[in-house]
């Protein structure tokens, strides 16, 4: 019986692999028989095997994050149909594909093995489904092309989901398309309660808003995991109903159940099972995909702390960069994914000052760095590509880090690459970072105002960087005035640094300095070369 693996999540997210021999194992390492581009599975993570009674069995080589199969963790298991597999960042579902029966009208019965689709390397993609109808009409065709045209745009629909509440829409808008339905309700159970509770509900009948269920209906689908068919149990006068589980690989997991002017038929019955087996796999998906994102935000924040206790004058730096990255960014029309690795870089791109030594920054009083400490210095930025090119999903926000101190006319470090050979995400991100340098006390340089800060911006730029950029910045600061708050409990309280914050914080300061760019004070230029 043929087999494949469905990839639902992960760096392979839409791949599929046939399982054509006895033995197939599953790993980073370039010998396996599939191999994932997941740097959180093991070399050989996992191994499938197939006896002689065609049965699959999934045993795990002592990987590093273990297999889990449908959210349990196992050693060696047995697989069914549907069984979602999850090793690393990847979760695949396992299918079997029965051999298509057809049985003539005359009572002759023929068999007729499926052909596999082949892709452009000669591996098997998809094998038909089964067909066990004696005959099959035009109108039972016209409604599984329609259903299977249906089934192809929820496909679609989930993929691009951005959430839960997309899913949940989506699932319950095709099983009324798909079942003929008039109306029906989407339920959850909530973790915390075990309550079965309404998420999503659509009538098409005008005037008729008002969904009812049964809980007692819904929990017993849920805990069996058998769709009902038919009328309430305690009332066969009651209208037809049709009521699914949704599995999942995660705590959220519920059913679709929904009402019927007429009984439903059994293949309005499967097409709904369909719709929910795929609203579950989104859902799981979504799950996992929030609790990565909890994880990596973390993770994101805890590298920040680590880079700023490096240097007690720059604590909050990063955090600043990247609100002021993601003000740039915001208004150069940025959105989605891009203006999310602008915001990641900007977030990171001191990460090489971890590894320098405590004496060049940390307790470095004097009021300027020797030149042996400014060559430690720029070390950061090459060391930080080191860092992150270490890790896969983070190979869009190297420049970020590496090219932040280049500028725009090619004096900067550590390349002394120009103009828009300079990657954008590191353009912006040198603006906020040398805006962050300019406004903020340092150990050799008292922070200017945000309005001096402005005007130094202006004179070096065509210098360190670009023009446009500098301009659009100013002009997102003041459109949102989100410039992140001093703290006074951390400033020295004296007449002059409280005058300076009150002016800094009204907005009222309108000093500026008119001196050339080339007759900026040393220390001030030496503070926007560290950043």
């Known amino acids: 019986m043929p087999a494949m693996l469905h990839v639902i999540e992960g760096p392979d997210e839409g791949r599929l692999f046939m399982l054509d021999g006895d033995a197939t194992t599953i790993g980073r390492n370039a010998e396996n028989t599939i191999v994932l581009n997941d740097t959180a599975v093991s070399g050989v993570h996992t191994k499938i095997v197939r006896n002689e009674s065609s049965q699959f069995t999934l045993h795990d080589m002592q990987s590093t994050n273990g297999t889990w199969l449908n959210g349990r963790e196992h050693g060696a298991t047995d697989l069914r149909d549907g069984d979602t597999i999850k090793i690393g960042a990847t979760s695949m579902v396992f299918e079997l594909r029965q051999a298509t029966r057809i049985e003539g009208a005359g009572g002759d019965e023929g068999v007729v093995q499926s052909q596999p689709a082949m892709d452009s390397e000669g591996g098997s993609l998809l094998y038909l489904p089964e067909v066990n109808e004696k005959i099959v009409t035009h109108e039972e065709l016209l409604q599984r092309y329609q259903r299977g045209l249906l089934l192809d745009r929820l496909d679609r629909v989930l993929a691009d989901a951005e959430g839960s509440e997309e899913v949940l829409s989506a699932t319950l808008e095709a099983a009324l398309a798909v079942s003929g339905a008039r109306k029906g ?29 049964s809980k007692s209906l819904a929990f017993d689908v849920y805990a069996s995991k058998r769709t009902h068919n038919g009328p309430l149990p305690a009332d066969p006068n009651s209208p037809p109903l049709l009521c699914a589980s949704i599995p999942t ?112 920054l940390k307790f470095n009083e004097k009021p300027r760095l020797t030149p042996e400490q400014m060559e430690e210095v720029k070390k950061h930025p090459a060391r930080g590509a080191r860092i992150l090119g270490d890790i896969t999903f983070l190979k869009d926000v190297i420049p970020a880090a590496e090219l932040h101190h280049e500028d725009w006319d090619g004096s900067g470090y550590p390349h002394g690459i120009k103009g828009e050979e300079i990657p954008l995400i590191a353009r912006i991100v040198a603006v906020a970072d040398t805006y962050d340098a300019i406004t903020t006390d340092r150990p050799y340089q008292k922070g200017k105002s945000y309005e001096e800060g402005h005007e130094i911006l202006r004179k070096i730029a065509g210098k360190r960087l670009e023009p446009d950029l500098v301009e659009l910045f100013i002009t997102a600061w003041h459109k949102y005035r989100k410039a992140p708050r001093r703290s006074l409990a951390t400033a020295k309280v004296d007449g002059e640094v409280v005058d300076s914050l009150r002016r800094d914080l009204a907005g009222l300061d309108t000093s500026t300095d008119n001196r050339p760019e080339g007759d900026l004070d040393d220390r001030l230029k030496q503070v926007i070369q560290i950043g």
């Open 185 to 213: 309700v989407l339920l959850l159970v909530d973790a915390r309660t075990g309550e079965m509770l309404p998420r999503a509900s659509r009538s098409l009948d005008p005037g008729q808003e008002a969904v009812t269920f």
């Open 249 to 360: 690989t995660s705590t959220t997991s519920g059913v679709v159940y929904l009402h019927g002017h007429r009984p439903f038929d059994q293949s309005e019955a499967d097409a709904v099972e369909s719709v929910a087996r795929r609203a579950g796999a989104s859902l799981s998906a979504n799950r996992w995909r929030v609790d990565f994102e909890l994880l990596f935000s973390s993770t994101i924040d805890a590298i920040m702390n680590t880079i700023q206790a490096k240097d007690v004058y720059t604590r909050g730096h990063s955090e600043r960069v990247r609100h002021y990255s993601k003000l740039l960014a915001k208004e150069l029309g940025l959105h989605g994914q891009e203006l999310y690795r602008v915001t990641l870089g900007a977030a990171l791109h001191d990460i090489g000052k971890v590894g320098m030594p405590d004496s060049v």
